[in-house]
């Protein structure tokens, strides 16, 4: 008799060498699975309206939504 064993499912994405590089120079290793797992989530939520689907997909490939550094405020500390 075999024991089952559920594997956990996994993303394997193809990048290019330079991709890999700066994602191991800026990411540190600890934070990228946390990382992409948030991306997916809000990939995700963005694509649960079957109504909009298509339109994010589509801006999505075409560059019209991404997520912008400009969006995060940072606090430097002084009021």
Do not use: H
């Not at 594997?7 to 060498?17: D, G, K, Y």
């Not at 590089?21 to 990382?35: T, V």
């Not at 019209?64 to 969006?71: A, L, Q, W």
């Amino acid at each position: 008799m075999s024991d089952f064993v559920e594997s956990v499912p996994r993303l394997n994405v193809e990048i290019t060498a330079e991709q890999a590089e700066q994602l191991q120079k800026l990411i540190p290793r600890g934070l990228r699975g946390q990382i992409f797992r948030v991306l997916i989530n809000d990939l995700i939520t963005m694509l649960e309206d079957a109504t909009k689907r298509e339109l994010v997909l589509a801006a999505i490939l075409n560059r019209m939504i991404n997520i912008p550094e400009t969006s995060l405020e940072i606090s430097n500390g002084s009021s």
